[in-house]
């Protein structure tokens, strides 16, 4: 069973950047399709980007798209999430996601992820 640990969350003002880090605790992770979502106060969770076994194939959701990037470098048994240019409205507790099941595109449904992190808060003022 993998374990992820999400870091790199916390506070930022509107127009910053914070970059997360998805660590996975098993090698065999790097064959892992990968996710971050996010959840507000009183909200859904949400699907905000995608990746991948090779980060080849990513996915945004388009409230996110040309601000966030999805990123992963295995040979660290790592995924990253970069976000750029933060609204008040990305404020949420964001969660990494590893989907289990070999596949050539980014996993866009909730229910494909097998293995969650914990979450990590971000918060942006205006």
């Known amino acids: 069973q993998v374990q992820l640990v999400e870091s790199g969350g916390g506070l930022v003002q509107a127009g910053g950047s914070l970059r997360l880090s998805c660590a996975a605790s098993?090698?065999?992770?790097?064959?892992?399709?990968m996710g971050w979502f996010r959840q507000a106060p009183g909200k859904e969770r949400e699907l905000v980007a995608a990746?991948?076994?090779?980060?080849?194939?990513?996915y945004y959701a388009d409230s996110v798209k040309g601000r966030f990037t999805i990123s992963r470098d295995n040979a660290k048994n790592t995924a990253y999430l970069q976000m750029s240019s933060l609204k008040p409205e990305d404020t949420s507790v964001y969660y990494c996601?590893?989907?289990?099941?070999?596949?050539?595109?980014?996993?866009?449904?909730?229910?494909?992820?097998?293995?969650w992190g914990q979450g990590t808060q971000v918060t942006v003022s205006s």
């Open positions: 996601a590893a989907d289990i099941q070999l596949s050539r595109t980014a996993s866009t449904s909730e229910s494909e992820y097998d293995y």
């Open positions: 990746i991948n076994w090779r980060g080849d194939s990513t």
């Open positions: 098993l090698r065999t992770a790097r064959t892992y399709a």
